[in-house]
């Protein structure tokens, strides 16, 4: 019960992470590392703010925090034309001493004493128990994340976001500035992540500076494990689909860590091979066709 | 309407493979006027396009569209006044969304309210009914992402996109050319029609020389990115394609060398 309970609940939080993979990935198509750093800014600004006593003030800054760190990788890859990924390389890595500023300069904080949303929460609906208000409070915020963003990618703006990625040129020639749509996705996208790097620290009672490594391949995998088993069609299917895809790793995760010889320091090289061979299936398909074809050729030959 | 000044554009200056697309080029055209430019390959045609839809900035020269000085103007900018239909149906329209979004995408030009949603059910029935005056069928099929259509049907959304909030001037580069021959004349019609019920101040390239004569008030040639032949009026309504041909020898000292132009058939 324990497991599956934890697993839930991490699987709810660890979704908001997946929604910004989903916006940087899947709309925009650049494999954005901002996230890494950014994932850790609204960990530790949530974390730091917790401890001198304003948890709801330090989730919103994280949120603020985050959506300014995908704004400059944002200006660098448009403005000054600098490699997508190494922008992503650049932010994030510039982000580490920041982090570390914020957390008071030791690399990591105890939240043990310090008030947290779910701690308020718990002690406003006691009814609940330990792990519904942790389930009742994680799924509050992603189902609000997530509708947020459905709906904003049906506006006008959102609209042309999602074209940006899809076609770059026709959206030059629809007369929208797709260097703002981009810029704009990059800080909506690390917004969402650094949310839920604010919310998971207050969720642990603990935040440490190295909390970000991994994060994109993380949300790539949830988002992957979505897509297998919500085939999307339209784009609020697909978030939901983020978000159920993050739960299910999660549960796949635990179960992994039943196994006797399976160390918690696997779990990254799991996530890698999940996303390797999910991004190599088309591949692998144009592949066994083109044997297929040859095959044939030789029948006739 | 658009009065282009003395425009020249050098590819690759100062290397050996330097390459003047545009030669000191004016062209103005009045408001309503339909121009069909032929030319062949290299004269400078889509370079001609480039510079007017501000995909790279001329080297020198103006242009103006309706009074206001566009040289310089960024792209996404002057798009609002300029539509444009490539020969290539991929490079139109948004692949990933519905023919709806697609076409909303293009409305919002006329919008305000950068986070209004999108559709709403009053454009939704006029695009709609926009796409149904050119019994294509595709008004039962606003839900499907463009991506699964064909070519001929892309270039519908997209000539529909451009010219949905009518657009000043409208630029047509090839925008039939890949696509079969009964498909190429149902886009023609749809094309005249289209400018037709707007009055747009229209220019558009073609390989076929029948067909540019036959379309619109007047036709230019191109060649070594000078206009060589400008006819409109009678001279343009008596011409036959042989006199054309024999009109761009004289002036070019070459023969025709785009097979692509006699063998057009509509």
């Known amino acids: ?301 | 309407m658009l009065e282009i000044k003395n425009l020249t554009k050098v590819f690759a200056k100062d290397t050996v493979n330097e390459h003047t697309a545009l030669d000191n080029l004016s062209l103005s055209l009045d408001k309503g006027e339909f121009v069909t430019i032929v030319g062949s390959n290299g004269a400078g045609k889509s370079t001609l396009f480039n510079a007017v839809c501000g995909t790279f900035f001329a080297d020198s020269g103006r242009i103006t569209l309706d009074g206001e000085d566009i040289t310089y103007m960024p792209e996404h900018k002057r798009s609002k006044m300029i539509g444009r239909v490539f020969q290539d149906p991929m490079k139109g329209t948004s692949p990933n969304l519905t023919i709806e979004e697609n076409i909303a995408l293009a409305y919002s030009r006329a919008k305000h309210g950068p986070l209004g949603f999108a559709l709403n059910r009053r454009d939704m029935a006029l695009f709609r009914e926009a796409l149904s005056d050119f019994d294509m069928g595709l008004e039962n099929r606003m839900k499907t992402k463009v991506g699964l259509l064909s070519g001929g049907q892309r270039q519908v959304v997209t000539l529909l996109m451009c010219t949905i909030v009518p657009p000043k001037l409208l630029l047509l580069d090839e925008h039939t050319a890949a696509l079969d021959p009964a498909t190429s004349g149902k886009i023609m019609d749809i094309t005249n029609n289209i400018v037709n019920k707007n009055a747009l101040t229209t220019l558009m390239i073609t390989h076929n020389i029948n067909s540019a004569l036959k379309t619109g008030t007047r036709t230019i040639m191109m060649d070594s990115g000078r206009i060589i032949l400008d006819i409109s009026g009678d001279e343009r309504g008596k011409m036959s394609l042989n006199e054309l041909l024999e009109l761009y020898s004289q002036r070019s000292n070459k023969v025709f060398d785009n097979d692509r132009m006699l063998l057009g058939d509509n």
């Open chain 1, 1 to 301: 019960m324990v497991l599956v309970l934890g697993s839930l609940e991490l699987g709810i939080i660890y979704g908001l992470l997946a929604l910004g993979i989903f916006i940087t990935f899947r709309i925009l198509n650049i494999p954005d590392l901002t996230c890494e750093g950014s994932f850790t800014l609204g960990l530790a600004v949530s974390a730091a703010l917790s401890c001198s006593g304003h948890p709801y003030i330090g989730i919103i800054a994280g949120i603020i925090g985050g959506m300014a760190a995908g704004g400059i990788t944002g200006f660098l890859q448009t403005r000054c034309k600098i490699h997508p990924i190494l922008a992503g390389i650049l932010v994030m890595s510039g982000l580490y001493p920041i982090n570390l500023l914020i957390l008071g300069g030791s690399p990591n904080l105890a939240l043990i004493d310090s008030q947290t949303i779910f701690k308020d929460a718990a002690a406003a609906m006691p009814f609940l128990g330990d792990d519904g208000t942790k389930i009742a409070v994680s799924l509050i915020i992603t189902v609000i994340a997530a509708a947020v963003l459905a709906m904003f990618f049906k506006t006008h703006t959102g609209l042309a976001v999602r074209a940006t990625g899809d076609n770059e040129d026709m959206v030059r020639a629809s007369s929208i500035n797709a260097d703002k749509m981009k810029v704009l996705a990059l800080a909506a996208g690390n917004g969402v992540i650094a949310l839920c790097g604010a919310v998971i620290t207050q969720y642990q009672n603990y935040a440490d500076i190295n909390s970000g490594a991994g994060t994109l391949v993380l949300g790539l995998a949830s988002v992957i494990i979505g897509e297998v088993i919500i085939f999307r069609r339209d784009l609020t299917l697909s978030l939901a689909a983020a978000v159920i895809g993050s739960i299910v790793y999660r549960f796949i995760i635990a179960l992994a860590m039943k196994l006797p010889f399976f160390d918690s320091s696997y779990l990254k090289l799991v996530s890698a091979v999940i996303v390797a061979i999910a991004l190599s299936i088309p591949a692998i398909k144009d592949r066994a066709a083109l044997m297929k074809v040859k095959r044939e050729g030789e029948k006739n030959a």
